[in-house]
């Protein structure tokens, strides 16, 4: 299939256009690189560099698109509680002109990349898509409008469309992995403790209503999430918009993930205490069982151990990198 991947400079994106690239499809990348890394472009990929307003109509108009992977969003939730403006429009804004150009050049097929942060305060973990959404944050929010949007797009328009709702995407692919301009995500906070590059992890919060007071979240190794993209895209039905939650339904604390941090790395990881974060829920676990149920995805590195060795590996790859070039 020839498909357009937006944001594919991204963590998750760039993973995800390699994954369909060695499943043998055609990939156009677009992305603005205003969180993007020109580094994780996959080799392979076609890359037209620009915001989706300006140039998702030519890309479209190119023809035989069989169906686009939509990553390209703001995406951190403390961002967005200080700038929602940023997030309503580049988030819903961008979506909408994207189903438009989609509509207009008759391409009938969507995968979009979504949040566990749509749920907010769960009344029930493990996390169902049957549960209610009741965001905590605007980038929750945003994500949630959009879901709206695609269902009665799917509806009215007979899109085939699946959001997937990923929860705490970590670890590393090869020589992809989290590298943000702004880090925020605490594996690789944690670990840029351990390269030296940082003093301490401040752990936000230890008052939370969990065993030892620190945030509980379902990290999932970003591999087994391009694997469910691929399963997604390949089963994606006309008039319908399927939602799946993405995890690897174990919850580990704030605390737990350093600790696997010190034994992965050696390294003793300072961590101080600091205020908690506005917009955090306490506990974000999900249930995957719907896509394994539905689209037979069968994760196979839901370790936390696995998941921090990798990102681990990919760090000092490019802390290596990042001396040899000074
Ligand atoms: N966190 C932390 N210190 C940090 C970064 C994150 O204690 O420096 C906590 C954060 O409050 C949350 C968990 O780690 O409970 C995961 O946060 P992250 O930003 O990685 O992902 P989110 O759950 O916000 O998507």
Redesign the pocket.
Known sequence: MKLVVTGGAGYVGSVCADALLEAGHKVVIIDDFSTGNPDAVPSGAELVAGTIDDVIDEVLAAGDVDGVLHFAAR????ESMEDPAEYWHYNLGVSLTLLDAMRRHDVKSLVFSS???TYGEPDQVPIEETAPTHPTNPYGATKLAIDYAITSYCNAYGLAATSLRY??V?GAHGSIGENHKTE???????LQVAMGYRDK?????DD?PTQDG????DYIHIRDLADAHILALESNVAGEHRIFNLGSGDGYS?LE?IEMCREVTGHSIPAEV?P??A????V?VASSEKIKRELGWDPSRTELRRIVEDAWAFTQELGDKSHAAR
């Open positions: 995406s951190l939730v403390g949040t566990a942060a929860f705490n970590a925020t995500h605490l594996i690789p906070l944690v992890i401040f752990v936000f919060g939370w620190t945030c509980i979240r704030v993930v600091a908690r974060r917009g955090d829920p306490a974000l």
